[in-house]
């Protein structure tokens, strides 16, 4: 793993607001060498870079070494950037070509990281051969465990690590964005648990899931299932888990749009205060390289039907790997270390200068009036499909009863005058109520089409508002509203 998956620390105690600094936006840096770091005893310790120990190399060669690596962090650095903006500025969205791309992004950036390592190892054993240690292999690069705790950190830069229920090694401290239903809980002191659908059962009703074979319906969902219902069908009212990341750039939901749009500030979570069974990392190590790969298939836990399964894992997977998450079942407010303000963060202050924007304001209110929009024609729809199967079935019992007079009239050749007057008047009555009835279905199904085409210009309007609104929260300008991947704006220092 490299270094922009962890966080600064300097002492054991729970870290202060400037403990986590940028290089940049005005938030001071210390000065130190290029590959030292100021211990908390006063002595210069020689940080490890990527997966060389420079401590073991002679101080002759140290710095070439180190020159070579910062080169092949730039050039991954830069690669990732590429790739995540032009991901980002797309307007392709979870259709069959969106999910094309998604793959892609993901694939080109896990062979930019392998390549990362590959570097790494291969200057390791063609500069270094004779250097004992030298390079970092596996799990040794998290550090050393204190004690029985769930808890790694390095020597070299007190970089704090915990481990997942998969194994995974985790930075120590990561990041939620907050959503608005999380955002008066935190500010109450509370803990953060799931809300909404609690059983299988609830799943199938509120047609989160269309089968829950293998399960007891009202069994209480498992930690497992809501670890990968959150990620695909989560959120809002029905919290099955919590998300955070360890990346340091804005989360981008599927469909592109940062979750920073809708800025409601963000917390960052001590792990170490959850349990490790509680916390799934979602990306896997590899085991040769030790780069950041995309979790196995069955890394998740089935639910329900297979194939519907595996669509959404597929998604699951995509969306996990390209934002660094990490699922916690809850978030207890013991583990809530700051509510960070900084603007990098998507806090408050953006929140309070975005919204004082007229252009976004305007953006923001006119998506807000169209996802309404978009919900009450989603409600006339399905009471127009309504209205269409009653009006369909009054056509049946009509017709019905027209064959049953001209059954009576042609099978009864002894029927009186009068009576066959009375069933002729009848059957009359009864097709004109019938063409009536033709005539309101007609009209319904034009209704259907003119509400249909009204759906597809909210969504597009939707859409439209919502690029609008991304453009804006990554506006790498001097505003006070975010940035894509600056990192002038990033409060961690990874």
């Known amino acids: 793993m490299s270094k922009e ?18 290089s940049h936006s005005g938030i001071s840096r210390p000065a130190v060498k290029p590959f030292q770091l100021k211990s908390s005893s006063g002595t210069n310790v020689i940080q490890a870079k990527g997966r060389i120990d420079l401590s073991k190399i002679e101080e002759g060669k140290r710095e070439m070494i180190r020159k070579e690596i910062e080169q092949f962090k730039q050039e991954k650095r830069t690669g990732k ?8 500025t797309s307007d392709s969205k979870d259709d069959t070509h969106g999910k094309e791309d998604d793959i892609t992004y993901n694939n080109q950036i896990e062979e930019i990281r392998k390549k990362y390592e590959q570097q790494i190892r291969h ?22 465990q204190q004690g029985t705790d769930n808890h790694y950190i390095r020597s070299d830069n007190k970089k704090e690590y915990v481990r997942d229920k998969r194994g995974t090694f985790i930075p120590r401290y990561v990041r939620r964005e907050l959503n608005r239903n999380d955002t008066g809980p935190v500010s109450s002191g509370q803990n953060l648990n799931p809300t909404g659908i609690s059983t299988y059962k609830d799943l199938l009703d509120k047609r989160k899931v269309s089968d829950i074979t293998g399960v007891n319906p009202n069994d209480t969902i498992s930690a497992d299932h809501r670890e990968f219902l959150q990620q695909s069908t989560g959120g809002g009212n029905n919290q099955f888990a919590f998300s955070h990341t360890s990346t340091k750039r804005p989360i981008l939901s599927n469909d592109h749009l940062s979750f920073g749009t809708y800025p409601n500030g963000a ?7 959850i349990p490790r069974d509680e916390i799934a990392a979602q990306w896997g190590t590899d085991e040769q390289y030790g780069h950041k790969v995309k979790l196995k298939e069955d890394a998740h836990v089935p639910l329900g039907n297979e194939d519907q399964f595996k669509q959404r894992d597929q998604v699951v997977i995509m969306s996990g790997y390209r934002n660094k998450e990490i699922i916690t079942n809850s978030i ?20 309070e200068n975005i919204q004082q924007d007229d252009e976004y304001k305007g953006n923001y209110d006119a998506l807000t009036t169209k996802e309404q929009e978009l919900t009450n024609y989603k409600t006339l729809l399905e009471q127009n499909k309504k209205d269409t199967e009653a009006k369909e079935r009054e056509i049946n019992a009509l017709t019905n009863k027209i064959n049953g007079i001209d059954y009576a009239l042609t099978k009864n050749t002894n029927i009186p005058e009068k009576r066959a007057k009375e069933l002729n008047e009848n059957k009359l009555k009864l097709e004109a109520n019938k063409q009536t009835v033709s005539d309101e279905i007609e009209g319904l199904k034009k209704a259907e089409e003119g509400i249909k085409n009204n759906i597809q210009t909210a969504e597009s309007d939707i859409n439209r508002y919502k690029i609008l609104l991304r453009n804006a929260a990554y506006d790498s300008g001097e505003s006070t509203r975010g940035t894509l991947m600056e990192e002038e704006r990033i409060a961690l220092k990874k």
């Not at 600064?8 to 202060?16: H, I, L, N, R, V």
């Not at 917390?267 to 205060?273: C, E, H, P, S, V």
């Not at 207890?332 to 929140?351: F, M, Y």
Request: proline share 7%.
């Open 81 to 88: 950037k590429g790739l995540t903006i032009n991901w980002a």
């Open 123 to 144: 200057l390791a054993e063609t500069q270094l051969p004779d250097v004992k240690d030298a390079y970092i292999s596996g799990d040794q690069y998290y550090g050393d």
């Open 267 to 273: 917390i960052l979570t001590d792990l170490k205060m």
């Open 5 to 22: 998956n962890s966080l600064s620390k300097k002492t054991d105690m729970a870290p202060s607001a400037a403990t986590y600094y940028s």
């Open 332 to 351: 207890p407010h013991t583990s809530i270390v700051r509510n960070p303000s900084h603007k990098g963060w998507g806090g408050p202050d953006v929140k």
